[in-house]
């Protein structure tokens, strides 16, 4: 077990899925998100955010409401093609799509039959040639129909929100699934060709034991997902209100919590999972840590990922896109997105121009939680001296020829070390989650 020290967790600290974080987006212009487009180089991924759920689980801090009428959802995709098209115009020629993520909410909140036009309009605008697919997916409105339609688009790899599978835990986050239904699920999407097949579990859910955890993780291993994500439950109802309807009494505290993200990282690593960063687990064979072990480890929106396009674009209400000097954030408000996108307008509305500082910084950073270490200029080396002899002298990390590394008992405390580059922390007010 890792050592255990709350005064270094102390501080709530981003998951630091970006550098510089959406905590620091303000607004920007639509003329700077159409030069980031029209200056691409290199391969793009595209992100296709569904912000729709059959049903709304308590816990959740994602962009997504209920799907509710079919109308609702028709307008949505019909403004999200007509984005397609006017972001794909902008791309310089030549610009190649290597991969398609859709995310949400749950994209299998839409009719399979709409969703298959939708890859359709995306392969018209951005003549797409054989990118990756991956998609999310809620396991209690999967149907034989949308597994089909996953076959059909040719879908590699998919992410389940599988979170526990604890009945009692699952009454207290609103999402009740047995595990018939992610057993027909996982059979559905084997038999439709997906090879990488991720688990989204969770620690520190309310009445949620270690036992609990580890009959989770262990049936995860049986039902074969070739990845898993380990996920600590972030209660913020200040910043996410649907988390009120969960008792903050029935939470484990910060030692029981850093107890279980311990259980379950030496669980998974006993039964043949590759560590990737602090809370990504895959098998050997999976791309991800076929990456890990080759140190192409990158970190992004939806997580660590063995993604290498230097640029990513959003499509859909809140999606965002990154590009080396830029981070920029659709308009965040579903009915707003779809008037101004109908329009045939760029719908980027808040976001960051990076600086050549935040490019060093969010490098180390990105470093730090990717493959444990990172070069740091003097200067850097310097200003972080102080609050870092905290973590060497209980030899969490240890700094030598400018070169920090995060220690084998340092893990749990990598986005603790990785926050002390980040000076924005010093000004911006806004709390986050716990560090673990």
């Known amino acids: 077990m890792w050592p255990y020290h709350p005064d270094l967790l102390a501080t709530p600290v981003p998951r630091y899925t970006s550098y510089p974080t959406a905590a620091e987006f303000g607004n920007i212009g639509p003329g700077l998100y159409a030069d980031a487009l029209e200056q691409v180089t290199g391969d793009v991924s595209l992100y296709v955010h569904i912000p729709f759920c ?3 689980c308590h816990y959740c801090g994602c962009n997504t409401g209920a799907a509710g009428k079919r109308q ?3 307008s949505y995709l ?5 984005e397609a098209v006017t972001v794909a115009s902008r791309l310089p020629d030549g610009v ?28 018209v605008a951005f003549r797409l040639d054989d990118p990756v697919f991956s998609i999310e997916l809620d396991p209690r409105t999967m149907s034989a129909d949308w597994a089909q339609a996953i076959a059909t688009v040719g879908i590699a790899r998919a992410s389940l929100g599988v979170q526990t599978f604890a009945y009692h ?4 986050i609103g999402r009740v699934q047995g595990e018939d239904t992610i057993v027909r699920t996982v059979d559905w999407l084997r038999g439709a060709g997906v090879s990488s097949l991720n688990f989204d579990l969770m620690f520190g859910l309310p009445r949620q034991t270690r036992g609990d955890l580890l009959d989770t993780l262990e049936r995860s291993r049986t039902l074969g997902a070739d990845r898993i994500a380990l996920f600590g439950y972030a209660h913020v109802p200040h910043v996410v209100p649907r988390q009120r309807a969960i008792d903050a009494t ?24 590759w560590p990737v960063g602090f809370d990504h687990f895959a098998r050997p064979g999976d791309p991800l840590a076929k990456a890990a072990f080759a140190g192409r ?14 640029n990513l674009v959003g499509l859909g209400a809140s999606a965002i896109s990154r590009f080396p000097h830029l981070l920029a954030q659709n308009e965040k408000n579903s009915g707003r997105y779809r008037m101004i996108a109908t329009q045939g307008l760029l719908t980027a509305d808040r976001g960051i121009e990076r600086s050549a500082e935040d490019r060093e910084r969010g490098s180390i950073v990105e470093q730090l939680l990717c493959q444990g270490s990172a070069r740091l200029a003097p200067r850097l080396a310097a200003e972080i001296g102080e609050p870092l002899r905290s973590f060497i002298e209980r030899d969490l990390a240890s700094l030598r020829e400018d070169v920090l590394t995060i220690g084998a008992d340092g893990l749990p405390y990598a986005r603790t070390i990785a926050a002390l580059f980040d000076p924005y922390r010093r000004t911006t007010p806004r709390r986050f989650s716990s560090a673990i």
Do not use: K
Request: charged letters at 25%; glycine letters at 8%; a negative charge.
């Open 297 to 310: 480890v990158r970190r992004n929106f939806q997580g660590f990922t063995d993604e290498e396009a230097p």
């Open 72 to 74: 609702r959802l028709d």
């Open 54 to 56: 059959e049903r709304i």
């Open 250 to 273: 029935d939470l484990p505290d910060q030692q029981e919590r850093f107890a279980m993200a311990g259980l379950g990282h030496a669980q998974l690593a006993a039964n043949g999972y």
């Open 96 to 123: 190649r799509v290597r991969r398609v993520s859709f995310g949400g909410g749950s994209p299998n909140a839409l009719d399979p039959v709409d969703f298959v036009r939708l890859v359709e309009h995306l392969t």
């Open 169 to 172: 835990c699952q009454q207290a």
């Open 78 to 82: 019909a403004a999200l093609s007509r």
